[in-house]
Nanobody
Framework: QVQLVESGGGLVQDGGSLRLSCAAS????????MDWYRQIPGKQREQVAGIISGAGTNYADSVKGRFTISRDNANNTLYLQMNSLKPEDTAVYYC?????????WGKGTLVTVSS
């Protein structure tokens, strides 16, 4: 069972930047898909960015050009670089990984963007 632990969240001003990390307890090289999701209280969890082995990356329209997802297989870590943050980016951000039919989730890290 692989554990995923997010870090890097916090309070930042409108226009600021943060980098989220998702550290896995084991190798991530076998994960077909790794994503970042976010959830605002009372709303559904939404995918922010994903990286698919051999197929590249994808982003929600709301974050295109501002967020960048990357993975470091050597260090078993997934990243989300978030630039030009807006108050509407405020949410709990979750790391997700899928290996075949198995899905793994982290517990989330809170990002708060003040106006």
């Amino acid at each position: 069972q692989v554990q995923l632990v997010e870090s890097g969240g916090g309070l930042v001003q409108d226009g600021g930047s943060l980098r989220l990390s998702c550290a896995a307890s084991g190798s991530i090289s076998g994960f077909n898909v790794m994503d970042w999701y976010r959830q605002i209280p009372g709303k559904q969890r939404e995918q922010v960015a994903g990286i698919i082995s051999g197929a590249g990356t994808n982003y929600a329209d709301s974050v295109k050009g501002r967020f960048t997802i990357s993975r470091d297989n050597a260090n078993n870590t997934l990243y989300l670089q978030m630039n030009s943050l807006k108050p509407e980016d405020t949410a709990v951000y979750y790391c997700h990984a899928r290996r075949n039919v198995f899905n793994y989730w982290g517990k989330g890290t809170l990002v708060t963007v003040s106006s």
